[in-house]
């Protein structure tokens, strides 16, 4: 008899904790702010203005002062050599505030409209050698991966060849056939970042690639020098002096 008490009191306190469960209001994965809700409502002065608030009271609230950032960009002229300058400057900032930005800036790499946000988002993202930052500028050689509809001089084979930079100072070889992907383009200067991101990577599978870069480009006289750059990731592939 005791026993089958015990039983029910336990049924009813399991049926007790089911119901206090259903009633605990749990936040809606990935709800964004009210920052950045304005942001994305592309109202970016009112924005702006509740940032300016919160950092007032927390300066290292995440959400905010990316929002700052992502509106500086646009408020400039679209441009890379704009994203690069600005970036310079706001280095120290990025590296300050520390690694609670990167959830904030990697979804900017992903989703926003603005493409020279997503470059200055990518750069940031380079500060922070961890898994996280890792895997949002990996993301960037994803068959799905798009750019945003805004028009700008960042174009994806851009992107993706300053991403190339990162991933291979970082051995991140997950990201090999993407970059290998990257070494077909007719930009010198992209080929150039995939040749060396190649040889830095430290992947064996990068041989015959950086091969046929070699006598790709030693055909063109105005872009000769890649093939310097795709013999000398050779050398340390395969070991030599």
């Excluded at 590296?95 to 493409?115: H, K, Q, V, W």
């Excluded at 940031?124 to 996280?132: N, Q």
Aim: proline content about 4%; aromatic content about 10%; glycine content about 6%.
């Amino acid at each position: 008899m005791t026993l089958i008490r015990y039983f029910r009191y336990h049924l009813i306190f399991i049926s007790l904790l089911m119901v206090l469960a259903c009633t605990v209001e749990v936040p809606r994965e990935g709800r964004l702010s009210e920052v950045e809700e304005l942001y994305e409502q592309a109202q970016y002065q009112d924005a702006m203005n509740v940032a300016r608030f919160n950092l007032s009271k927390n300066p290292k609230d995440p959400a905010s002062v990316t929002t700052v950032w992502k509106v500086q960009v646009i408020q400039g002229d679209n441009t890379i050599d704009y994203v690069q300058q600005l970036y310079f400057g706001a280095k120290e900032m990025v590296i300050d505030f520390g690694e609670s930005s990167i959830p904030y800036m990697g979804r900017a790499l992903m989703e926003d409209s603005y493409n020279t946000v997503r470059l200055f988002c990518l750069y940031a993202l380079a500060e922070f050698d961890d898994s996280l930052s890792t895997s949002y500028i990996a993301r960037v050689f994803e068959p799905t991966y798009t750019l945003g509809a805004k028009p700008s001089n960042v174009t994806l084979e851009f992107l993706r060849g300053e991403a190339a930079t990162v991933l291979g100072n970082r051995k991140y070889t997950p990201a090999f056939e993407g970059i290998a992907a990257l070494a077909k383009t007719d930009d010198a200067e992209i080929a150039s970042k995939v040749a060396i991101a190649l040889g830095t990577m430290g992947d064996e599978r990068a041989i015959p690639i950086l091969e046929e870069m070699s006598k790709k480009y030693a055909g063109k006289p105005n872009d000769s020098w890649v093939t310097e750059v795709a013999e000398n990731s050779l050398k340390i592939l395969k070991g030599g002096p």
